[in-house]
C-alpha cells in the first residue's frame, strides 16, 4: 500500500484559516469513514487531533476541523495561531485491514 | 491518566532481531476494542505504521513489513512486544507504540509514548 498524498507544505498569517489535504484511493480514504490527523511538534510524539474523519478528542480546539469528499480528506485550522506550526498527517484504515499514514504536511505561521 | 514507554537496544547491527517493548498504565489490553500499536519514524521523515494488536489478540501487520514483524502482548504485565528481524540501516528510526481506544469510537492513536530511537549503522 502507498502512502497518502500530502502537500510537502501549507503556510499561513496568524488568524488566517488554512487547509490540508490527504488523498488516498476508493480501497482506503474513500472507503472507510476512518481517518484521522495528527500534529507533531519538533521532537516532540504525535497528538491525535481529528478522528474518525471530523470528530475531535476531549481538549482539542475548536478551530480544528476535519471532513472528506470522495478519495480526498481534509484538515482545517481557523485562527492561525503561531503555536500551530508543526508537521501534521493522516492516516486511514485500508482495505488489507490495515493502516497507511501520509506523508506530512509541514505548516508555517506567517 | 494513560502512559506508555518504549524500551529496548538504542543500536541494532544489521542482520541483526530488533525487540522492543512497551509498558503502558491507566488501561487495559484486555478491554474490548482496546488496541495497542507501533509506528515509526525515520529522522526527519514521516510516520510510519508498523503493527497493531487487539485485545482479543487479533493482529495487524504493514503489508510491506509483514515477514519481518512480530507483536505480542502480555496482558498481566501490561506490555506488548514488537519484534523486527534483518535490520538495516533504512529502518533507523525513532519507534513509538500508541494506545487505540476503539472501546470509545476513537479509531487513532490517542496516546502515544515518547518513542526510542534505534540505529542501524552501515
Known amino acids: 500500500q502507498s502512502a497518502l498524498t500530502q502537500p510537502a507544505s501549507v503556510s499561513g498569517s496568524p488568524g488566517q484559516s488554512i487547509a490540508i489535504s490527504c488523498t488516498g484511493t476508493?480501497?482506503?480514504?474513500?472507503?472507510?469513514?476512518?481517518v484521522s490527523w495528527y500534529q507533531q511538534h519538533p521532537g516532540k510524539a504525535p497528538k491525535l487531533i481529528i478522528h474518525?474523519?471530523?470528530n475531535r478528542p476531549s481538549g482539542v480546539s475548536n478551530r480544528f476541523s476535519g471532513s472528506k469528499s470522495g478519495n480526498t480528506a481534509s484538515l482545517t485550522i481557523s485562527g492561525l495561531l503561531a503555536e500551530d506550526e508543526a508537521d501534521y498527517y493522516c492516516?486511514?484504515?485500508?482495505?488489507?485491514?490495515?493502516?497507511?499514514f501520509g506523508g506530512g504536511t509541514k505548516l508555517t505561521v506567517l | 491518566q494513560i502512559t506508555l514507554k518504549e524500551s529496548g537496544p538504542t543500536l541494532v547491527k544489521p542482520t541483526q532481531t530488533l525487540t522492543l517493548t512497551c509498558t503502558f498504565s491507566?488501561?487495559?489490553?484486555?478491554?474490548?476494542?482496546?488496541?495497542v500499536g507501533w509506528i515509526r519514524q525515520p529522522p526527519g521523515k514521516a510516520l510510519e505504521w508498523l503493527a497493531l494488536?487487539?485485545?482479543?489478540?487479533?493482529?495487524r501487520y504493514s503489508p510491506s513489513l509483514k515477514r519481518r514483524l512480530t507483536i505480542t502482548k502480555d496482558t498481566s504485565k501490561n506490555q506488548v512486544v514488537l519484534t523486527m528481524t534483518n535490520m538495516d540501516p533504512v529502518d533507523t528510526a525513532t519507534y513509538y507504540c500508541?494506545?487505540?481506544?476503539?472501546?470509545?469510537?476513537?479509531?487513532?492513536?490517542?496516546?502515544w509514548g515518547q518513542g526510542t530511537l534505534v540505529t542501524v549503522p552501515s
Open positions: 492516516d486511514s484504515y485500508t482495505s488489507s485491514s490495515t493502516w497507511v
Open positions: 491507566g488501561f487495559s489490553l484486555s478491554t474490548t476494542a482496546v488496541g
Open positions: 476508493s480501497s482506503d480514504v474513500g472507503g472507510y469513514n476512518y
Open positions: 500508541a494506545h487505540r481506544p476503539e472501546d470509545r469510537g476513537i479509531r487513532g492513536f490517542d496516546s
Open positions: 494488536i487487539y485485545w482479543n489478540d487479533d493482529k
Open positions: 474518525d474523519v471530523s
